[in-house]
């Protein structure tokens, strides 16, 4: 449990956000997938629909987020009347390509109420597009900032919800890499007791192995831990 006050001076970046958008074939959770099997993504069969966002969703004029890649928009299917966060990424070389793969492996095999959750992949020749779930609570950096500090309860329901998702991402070997405020959200607007965060951003994320040390030095500079900076480990 957390004692005292809780404050936390944070830079208020959005790098982290990336690029957004959405739609594909449903998502069906894969419950047994692990880092293993994410360590290939060639070798998955990933559920991408070849074709328009527009074909399957339509889009609001407001972007919710931007990043260095595309944008995060709210779409409507028009059939079902679901509403997702739309995540577009916009192809700038093979490298994005391989990476939004793996990205989109990594997020199918994500099952958990911490986390946010991928219902649908579809690509054309311009961008990918991510239909995830829509959290409308805002980023939890920004309900810090807003609040200035949290009792000790909230701040123990906070930290028991982040460690709760991040203990099941790392039992499905895979290392997140960018865990910061701005990364997770709340799911709907209103006060912490009633609310959940979701773990987003799988765009560092890869498999790694129990005993197994990362060499690739990943995260943003706010907020990376000495160790990896200067890649020593104890």
Not at 1 to 26: D, H, I, K
């Amino acid at each position: 449990v957390l004692s005292g006050r809780l404050e936390l001076v944070l830079s208020a970046q959005l790098s982290g956000m990336g690029p957004c958008a959405s739609s594909a074939a449903p998502h069906q959770p894969a419950a047994y997938l692990t880092g293993a099997d994410v360590a290939n993504p060639e070798a998955l069969v990933i559920p991408t629909r070849k074709g328009s966002i527009q074909d399957c969703y339509s889009l609001d004029s407001k972007v919710l987020g931007k990043g260095t890649y595309g944008i995060v928009t709210r779409g409507t299917h028009p059939a079902t009347g679901a509403v997702h966060a739309i995540k577009m990424v916009r192809h700038t070389g093979k490298r994005i390509i391989r990476a939004l793969h793996r990205e989109i492996a990594i997020m199918k095999a994500m099952d958990h109420p911490h986390v946010v959750k991928l219902f649908e992949a579809c690509e054309d020749q311009e961008c990918t597009y991510l239909a995830m779930e829509l959290c409308e609570g805002g980023e939890l950096l920004d309900a810090i900032i807003a609040a200035k500090y949290f009792s000790e309860n909230q701040g123990a329901r906070i930290m028991q919800q982040i460690l709760r998702a991040v203990r099941y991402v790392h039992s499905k070997e895979i290392a997140h890499r960018d865990l910061k405020p701005e990364n997770f959200l709340l799911q709907r607007k209103g006060p912490l007791e009633a609310n959940s965060l979701k773990l987003i951003d799988f765009g560092f994320a890869c498999p790694c192995k129990p005993g197994h040390w990362l060499k690739t030095c990943a995260g943003s500079p706010m907020y990376v831990a000495p160790e990896v900076l200067m890649g020593r480990y104890d």
